[in-house]
Nanobody, 116 residues
């Protein structure tokens, strides 16, 4: 069983920055950040594997950076140049691989609001 604890959300003005954290208990292969705005489907924002490979949705490339501290089993999402369209609840999702099978776990979500 993997538990995920997210933190770092809040209210920020357009152009500002926030850093989200996702602390995981247990061994994980990869962690992804998703977001869901009211009335929208949940969308993948960024992913990082245990080897450090990363990928981003086009709308955040150049503004967001995903990183991980393996010693702390924590993944970060550094969000710069925030826009009102980045307003959403952000969730981290962990993938655990055991015996060739994958199991996925979700965090509780953290609200990010970008507004003046």
């Amino acid at each position: 069983q993997v538990q995920l604890v997210e933190s770092g959300g809040g209210l920020v003005q357009p152009g500002g920055s926030l850093r989200l954290s996702c602390a995981a208990s247990g061994s994980i292969f990869s962690i992804s950040w998703y977001r869901q705005a009211p009335g929208n489907e949940r969308e993948l924002v960024a992913v990082i594997t245990s080897g450090g490979s990363t990928n981003y949705v086009d709308s955040v490339k150049g503004r967001f950076t995903i990183s991980r501290d393996n010693a702390k089993n924590t993944v970060y999402l550094q969000m710069n140049s925030l826009k009102p369209t980045d307003t959403a609840v952000y969730y981290c999702k962990a993938r655990q691989i055991k015996g060739g099978s994958s199991t996925y776990y979700w965090g509780q979500g953290t609200q990010v609001t970008v507004s003046s």
